[in-house]
Each structure stands twice: as C-alpha cells, then as structure tokens.
C-alpha cells in the first residue's frame, strides 16, 4: 500500500532565507503527487501539483516542488519565505487509478523574525 | 469559485449522543470525503463517496457512519459519541479522477465532553 513520509514535524527558518520540506512516497508505480498548505484555522488549500511531464512544478506564491521517481521524492522548496508563509504543509500522493489520495503527517513551517 | 461548506465550525456534544456533521459542496463533484485531523497523525480518511447513495470505507471508519442522499451533500455521523472521537473533522470534494485535486472545507472542531 501507498504511504507517505514528511521526515520533519516542524522546520523553523528565518524570513527571507531559504527552505525545503522533504516528502517521500513509498510505491514507484504511476503517481500523482500534490502539496497542500493550510493555515491557521482554515481547511487545506491546493499549493501545487504533479501529474505527468516536466519534473519540476510551481506554485503562483514562489514555491516549487520536484518529482524524483529514482528516489521517490516530491520535496517543496522557497528560495525566499515571508512570514505568511506560517503553515502547515501537507504532502500527499494518489495512485493512477485509485479513487484515494494518501496524506503525510504534516510539516509546521515556523518563520522567524 | 469552488465552495465546501462544513455546517458548524466548532460544536461541542456529549458523551453518547449521536452527533451529525454536515458537507455541502457547490461543484457537482462526484467524490466526498471525511477526515479527521489529529496533531502528529495529519489527516486520517474516515469514509468516502464516489456517487449519491454510494459509501466506501476508509482508513478508521469505526464508530461513524455516513450519508449521502444528494449530490452535494455528504453527511458524517457518529453513532454514540465517545470522548477519543474530539478532533477536527474535514470535509473534501473532487472530480472523479485522482489526478483532480481534493477541494477542502474550512473544518469542524468537535469536543465531546
């Protein structure tokens, strides 16, 4: 069975710096991969998408994410994060063909002053 | 734009009752779900639906039930509610295709006392 990992429960970083939120996914087969985002109080909000073509994606606020079959990952990354960046950043992965998609367990971003 | 609206955002019931949590979706989207959310557990899918009358079982269906009589409309219930059953519950919809992202509610905060 499809499961997902998000090697870290919360990543602290400074604003402006850089980031990347580390996914892994467990089954090579034909995936689709996602990031969603949700913020304080709120339902989760699609961030990006991978379902076929060019490896790299990206979202309209400056993330981007790529898709690495040989090592099964899909990490997100910012060049530059903003303090309303402050989420939580779910990884997720669905089968071709499965009617389920599969969450991680969650990233906290935390942005520092 | 697409619309989830979960009924209550926070509600608070007691031990034993039998407690109805409700979806609406705007998007004549064949597929709902149920979550719950839990801090370090991330999303867990309770039940889904795939057409009007149609139910699968997810990953931690015991204790609830659903219902969808309509379309847009997708119904958790919890039978006799028991205090490990306080979480957020999230609601999502999407297209028939995996490859469609989950569109999200804005959550219910449920306390059981």
């Known amino acids: 069975a499809q499961s997902v990992t998000q090697l870290d429960s919360q990543v602290p970083v400074f604003e402006e710096a850089p980031v990347e939120l580390r996914c892994n996914y467990s089954?090579?087969?034909?995936?689709?991969l996602f990031w969603y985002v949700q913020y304080p109080n709120q339902g989760l909000q699609l961030l990006l998408k991978?379902?076929?073509?060019?490896?790299l994606v990206e979202s309209i606020n400056g993330f981007e994410a790529e898709f690495n079959k040989s090592q099964t990952s899909f990490h997100l990354r910012k060049p530059s994060v903003h303090i309303s960046d402050t989420a939580e950043y779910f990884c997720?992965?669905?089968?071709?063909?499965?009617?389920?998609?599969?969450f991680g367990k969650g990233t906290r971003l935390h942005i520092l002053p | 734009d697409v619309k989830v609206t979960q009924s209550s955002r926070y509600l608070v019931k007691r031990t034993g009752e039998k407690v109805f949590l409700e979806c609406v979706q705007d998007?004549?989207?064949?597929?709902m779900f149920w979550y719950r959310q839990d801090p370090g557990l991330g999303l867990r899918l309770i039940y889904f639906?795939?057409?009007?009358?149609?139910?699968e079982k997810g990953d931690i269906p015991e204790g609830y039930s659903v219902s969808r009589e309509k379309k847009e409309r997708f119904s958790l219930i919890l039978e006799s509610a028991s205090t490990n059953q306080t979480s957020m519950y999230l609601c999502?919809?999407?297209?028939?295709?995996?490859?469609?992202?989950?569109?999200f509610g804005d959550g219910t905060r449920l306390s059981i006392l």
């Open positions: 999502a919809s999407s297209f028939e295709s995996t490859e469609q992202p989950q569109h």
């Open positions: 991978y379902l076929s073509g060019s490896t």
């Open positions: 089954s090579s087969v034909s995936v689709y």
């Open positions: 997720a992965v669905s089968d071709r063909g499965d009617d389920k998609i599969i």
């Open positions: 639906s795939y057409d009007v009358k149609m139910k």
């Open positions: 998007m004549d989207h064949e597929n």
